[in-house]
Structures are given as structure tokens and as C-alpha cells.
């Protein structure tokens, strides 16, 4: 018999303590105590709007303790959300371990077409160790691509709904009939859709109406969930006043909606509103003091022409003789000012319906918001919140389902007060400093 050498018998030690050291090495590998993955969901056809689905899988051998911290990123054109619905929670028999795991959805909205790249982002979650000690883990996701196809036919200029169920609700309260100049039309359109969330469906481009006020509500955005699926919900409502008597058309508008499925487009319509404002006797601007009243009948033009010289000629009378006792503080006694008075009044009585027509009226004779009579140029040019909430205020007194008891008129006629001081001495700055003519 052949003794071995010691190099060879030391030599065969190593190469067998290798062969059976390397099946524990691999199972080892193989049975992590904690660790992640991921799985991408997606059609074969990627269309804009179009919902993804990515899962974020955590395994542990132990528990899971604490909230998961996702760090979405911020990718433009996609919307990138958590499903906030719970996750899935459950167990799983890996290489002779059984695991704990909870499953994340991530959805994915992408907001046009062409090559989209998400980043890999964090996912932090902690576990208990062998001790039973809390411990911290991450790990950072793929980095993915997408190819987002664009829709045929689309129109680029209509908004456009990616989604298999949607519905359109348009109600008018009350509905649009022959009204009267104060009377308001509040109008709620609200959109259903599934498989998308609502802060995905579109605002709707409305547009100002001259003639009409234009008050439109913070949009109403809800969210559905149930068993991972869930709906969106938003909701618009706008209170148009009538300012003037006459014909008014609000226009239509069409939404586009696409279907993935079926691959198919098709258009809903809000359809367009027409109806007539007849002047209100109870609400009618009263004339001013001296002010011939023509009732239909034309006048001779040589009484126009001589009207307009003389009222040339005092306007400019007493817009030099206001200059002049401006430091001393006496005033000019004007249309404007008596106006003003009446809503003064008004808004002393504590009527809301006065309150609100006396304010039109003054503003109309008021010039401070040029030909544009409305109560939301006015609080924009004025630039002072607290007349903002004070419109508000009166019109959700006025026009809201449920009135606001705390409306006050002493403290709309203060900010009125204040807003028509500044606004006025705008209008003068702007006269002083106007620049000359530059062939004069």
C-alpha cells in the first residue's frame, strides 16, 4: 500500500473540506434573512394615461416592524403614487425558509407620449433581528423605461381620458331658464372614472363670460379604493351671477376619452348653455339726480354734441379743483361718492341681496376696474385678502347650499372702504407720472 506525501494528504484535507463546505455556502446565499424584490406590470401597448403597475415585494424570516418609506421619485411627465390601500401581507416557502412578506403596488401614470425613464428609488422598512432588536434595511429599485405610444386622432388641445368606465355629470341649480339681472346659476360637473385617481382627470378650461360672474370653487378630488382597485372622482363647481340683462351662450366643451383595451376614441360633451338675463325693476341702477331719461327715444344730436362739451368741461373742472384741495382733504361730492354711499347703506341694513347689487352699481360708476364690472376683478386688482374673503363671504351667503352665518356687512364696507382708497390713489400715481408725449 502507497503512503501519501503530506503536501498530498494535506492538499486532499482542503479539497474535501471545500466539497463540503460549498452546499451550506450556497444555501446560505440563497437564504437571506431579509431582502427584496420588485416585478413591473405593463400591457405589450404602453398609451398615454394608461395605469401601471409596479410591486415592491419585502421579505423577512422574522417580523417586520415600523411603517415602509417609499422615495418616489419626481419624473416628469408620469405621475408616480403609492397605492395607499394596505398591503398585501403573507408567507412563502423559500429554500426550506419560510418568510413574511408585504407586497407594495406602485401605479404609474404617464402624462405624454414618447420614451419615459423612471430612476431606481429607496424603499426603507426595518425588521427584527435575532434578538428580537429593530433593524433598518433599504434597497433602491431598477431603473425602468417606457415606451409610451401616442394616440391616434387625438386633438392636442382637448383634454383626454385614458380609462375603460367614465362618467359625466353636468347639473345646474336651478336650471338655466329666464332669469333676472343678481339671480346666480350654480353649476357642478363632476367626472367618474375608473382605474385612475383623481387628481389625473383634467381641470376643464372654462372660460370668463362678459356680463356674467365667474366664481369657480377649489376642485373637489376624491379617491376610491377597494381590494387594490380604486376610482376617481372630481368635481368643479362654478356660480355664474348676472351682472347685465341680455342673451348669454356658455360654450361646450368635449373631453376625449380613450379606451385601452379596445383601442378606441371617443368624445363626451358638455353641451353648450344658452339663456336670457331681463333686467331686475327691484335691483335696477336708479338714475342719477338730473340724469335725462330717454325711455327708447334717441336724442337730437345737437343736444348730444352740447351735453358732451359741457360734461367735458366739468369733468376736467373738477378733476383740477380735487388736485388742488387733495392735502386739505375735501372731497368731491360725485356720482361715484353717492354710490358708494348707497352701498354703505346697504351694507349697514345687513341684506346680502342689496349688499351685493349696491356694490355692482357703485363699481360701474366707480371706473376702478375699467369695463370689466366684476366682483373678482375687483378683488384682484385690489390685492387685499381680506376683501377677498369678504366676497366670498357674501357670495357663499348669497349663492351656497349652506349660507355663511358669519358674513358681515361692517366688515365688507371697511375693506371695500380700504380697497377703494388705494385703488384711487393707484389711478392718481399713474396720472402724475405718465410720461410725455414724444412729439409733443
Known amino acids: 500500500m502507497r503512503i501519501l506525501s503530506p503536501k498530498i494528504y494535506r492538499l486532499a484535507l482542503l479539497v474535501t473540506a471545500f466539497l463540503i463546505s460549498v452546499p451550506d455556502g450556497l444555501a446560505f446565499a440563497k437564504s437571506q434573512r431579509v431582502f427584496a424584490k420588485e416585478k413591473l406590470v405593463q400591457a405589450e401597448k404602453i398609451w398615454l394615461g394608461q395605469r401601471l403597475s409596479l410591486y415592491v415585494t419585502l421579505y423577512t424570516i422574522t417580523s417586520f416592524t415600523g411603517p415602509t418609506h417609499f422615495v418616489l421619485p419626481k419624473v416628469s411627465g408620469m405621475l408616480i403614487m403609492e397605492n395607499e390601500d394596505r398591503p398585501f401581507i403573507g408567507t412563502e416557502k423559500i429554500d426550506g425558509l419560510s418568510y413574511i412578506f408585504k407586497r407594495y403596488e406602485i401605479v404609474l401614470f404617464p402624462l405624454h407620449s414618447g420614451n419615459l425613464t423612471i430612476p431606481g428609488f429607496t424603499v426603507d422598512f426595518s425588521f427584527r433581528g435575532e434578538t428580537g432588536k429593530a433593524l433598518d434595511h433599504s434597497f433602491t429599485t431598477l431603473r425602468h423605461q417606457f415606451n409610451v405610444l401616442k394616440i391616434p386622432g387625438l386633438n392636442s388641445r382637448k383634454p383626454v381620458i385614458s380609462t375603460t368606465n367614465f362618467k359625466l355629470n353636468d347639473q345646474w341649480n ?10 346666480a346659476l350654480i353649476r357642478t360637473i363632476t367626472m367618474f372614472a375608473d382605474d385612475l385617481p383623481g387628481m389625473v382627470l383634467p381641470p376643464l378650461d372654462l372660460k370668463k363670460i362678459d356680463g356674467l360672474g365667474f366664481y369657480a370653487r377649489q376642485p373637489q378630488v376624491e379617491d376610491q379604493r377597494q381590494r387594490g382597485e380604486f ?3 372630481r368635481t368643479e363647481t362654478i356660480t355664474y351671477v348676472c351682472e347685465q340683462k341680455g342673451t348669454f351662450t356658455i360654450p361646450g366643451l368635449g373631453i376625449q376619452l380613450w379606451n385601452p383595451e379596445t383601442e378606441t376614441l371617443r368624445e363626451v360633451s358638455l353641451k353648450a348653455v344658452e339663456f336670457e338675463v331681463a333686467a331686475n325693476p327691484l335691483l335696477e341702477k336708479e338714475s342719477p339726480a338730473g340724469t335725462i331719461r330717454t325711455n327708447g327715444r334717441g336724442f337730437p344730436w345737437k343736444w348730444v354734441v352740447l351735453i358732451l362739451l359741457f360734461s367735458a368741461l366739468v369733468v376736467v373742472a373738477l378733476f383740477r379743483f380735487y388736485l388742488k384741495k387733495k392735502q386739505s382733504g375735501t372731497g368731491i361730492i360725485d356720482q361715484e361718492k353717492e354710490f358708494f354711499d348707497k352701498f354703505q347703506k346697504a351694507a349697514a341694513s345687513q341684506n346680502a341681496a342689496v349688499t351685493i347689487q349696491a356694490l355692482i352699481n357703485w363699481l360701474d ?9 366684476t366682483l373678482a376683478r375687483f378683488s384682484a386688482l385690489a390685492g387685499n385678502p381680506e376683501l377677498d374673503k369678504q366676497i366670498r363671504s357674501l357670495e357663499t351667503t348669497l349663492y351656497a347650499a349652506k349660507p355663511d ?7 365688507l364696507s371697511i375693506a371695500v372702504r380700504q380697497a377703494r382708497k388705494n385703488l384711487r390713489r393707484q389711478a392718481l400715481h399713474i396720472k402724475q407720472h405718465r410720461l410725455p408725449a414724444l412729439n409733443p
Not at 365 to 373: E, I, N
Open 174 to 183: 336651478p336650471e338655466p331658464g329666464k332669469v333676472k339681472v343678481g339671480d
Open 405 to 411: 352665518t358669519q358674513w358681515s356687512g361692517k366688515k
Open 365 to 373: 360708476h366707480s371706473k376702478l376696474t375699467g369695463t370689466s364690472v
Open 231 to 233: 376610482s376617481g372622482k
